[in-house]
């Protein structure tokens, strides 16, 4: 079944660390996206790409970066200057179709991967 | 500026009760609508959509959504629920020209009592 696929699920750092969540699809979706959940906060974009070697930032970039080598594969790093990383972070996909803006809309998210701070 | 309000943050109802969240947005083009479900540490399940059309969606579950443009609200129904339906709910809203750009509220908790 196409899905997708975010490891690890449960992730802890010590403070200065940079960590690295994985992401892919098998949906041949063209466009990903990342987004942060915490508690009472609903969910906020970090990054998007929607084509190979291109991505922009969301509202909340600042700490994190990506990169997108691959159409199935878009991982994310959080790094040291992210000061408050403890959170829940969940990968999304969506299908970018000439002539129908709507499909994009249409996120298909993966299970999450939860990043602890010691 | 573009926000959406789940004004419940926690709602408990009884199974076989009838369930109504409540969602309102503020956006300055024609939004794009949806429902998102979440169980526990999971991610989110698509429940229903508006693009345009019949104001009145149908999603999976047995959940309907209303499109009411006048009230910026989009308020999620189900006439029975059932002890499986206890999860997270979040609202979302987009639009034609923002891709899977999409804005959450901060989600309604639902608890569901034997």
């Known amino acids: 079944d196409g899905g997708i696929t975010q490891s690890p699920k449960y992730l802890f750092r010590k403070e200065g660390q940079n960590v690295t969540l994985s992401c892919e699809q098998n949906?041949?979706?063209?466009?990903m996206y990342w987004y942060r959940q915490d508690p009472g906060q609903g969910l906020r974009l970090i990054y998007y790409?929607?084509?190979?070697?291109?991505?922009q930032k969301g509202d909340i970039a600042e700490g994190y970066s990506v990169s997108r080598e691959k159409k199935e594969s878009f991982p994310l790093t959080v790094t040291s200057a992210q000061k408050n990383p403890t959170a829940f972070y969940l990968c999304?996909?969506?299908?970018?179709?000439?002539?129908?803006?709507?499909?994009?809309?249409?996120?298909?998210f993966g299970a999450g991967s939860r990043l602890t701070v010691l | 500026a573009q926000s959406v309000t789940q004004p419940d943050i926690h709602i408990t109802v009884s199974e076989g009760a009838s369930l109504e969240l409540r969602c309102n947005y503020s956006?300055?083009?024609?939004?794009?609508l949806f429902w998102y479900v979440q169980s526990p540490g999971q991610g989110l399940q698509l429940l229903l959509k508006?693009?345009?059309?019949?104001?009145l969606v149908q999603g999976i579950k047995g959940f309907e959504a209303e499109f009411k443009r006048s009230q910026s609200s989009f308020n999620l129904r189900k006439p029975s629920v059932h002890w499986s339906d206890a999860a997270e709910y979040f609202c979302?809203?987009?639009?034609?020209?923002?891709?899977?750009?999409?804005?959450f509220g901060q989600g309604t908790e639902l608890s569901v009592k034997p």
């Open positions: 979302a809203v987009g639009a034609y020209n923002q891709g899977g750009k999409l804005i």
């Open positions: 999304a996909s969506s299908i970018l179709r000439q002539g129908d803006p709507s499909g994009a809309n249409v996120l298909t």
């Open positions: 790409s929607q084509i190979v070697n291109d991505f």
């Open positions: 508006y693009f345009s059309g019949d104001t």
């Open positions: 949906l041949n979706h063209d466009a």
């Open positions: 956006y300055g083009a024609t939004p794009y």
